[in-house]
């Protein structure tokens, strides 16, 4: 529960801080940037992310979740590991 609560408050922050960067700049953001924002900030609080965290962060599907993470890994934004079984990704 705590956790969620986080989540929803790490999400809303960064909402906040992009609807303000959108005001300062030229337009609003793409949806994978926005996503990538979202993402990028998460290491800030945890020491990687995980599949379910971006579903939570980013409220999409967990098919769309792992495209997600294997997009910016091919990127080379994110670096995928293991953590307890689970695959994980940390900055690169």
């Known amino acids: 529960m705590f956790i969620e609560f986080m989540l929803s408050a790490i999400k809303a922050s960064l909402m906040d801080d ?7 700049s030229d337009g609003p953001m793409d949806k994978a940037a926005m996503r990538w ?3 990028e900030k998460f290491p800030e609080t945890h020491e ?4 379910a965290d971006v579903r ?4 999409v599907s967990a098919a769309t979740a792992n495209r997600i993470l294997a997009g910016l890994s091919t ?4 670096v995928r590991c293991r953590e307890g ?8």
């Open 18 to 24: 992009i609807n303000t960067s959108d005001e300062m």
């Open 37 to 39: 924002k979202l993402i």
């Open 75 to 78: 990127e080379g934004k994110l």
């Open 48 to 51: 990687f992310i995980m599949n």
């Open 56 to 59: 939570n962060l980013c409220g």
């Open 85 to 92: 079984g689970h695959w994980a990704y940390k900055p690169a």
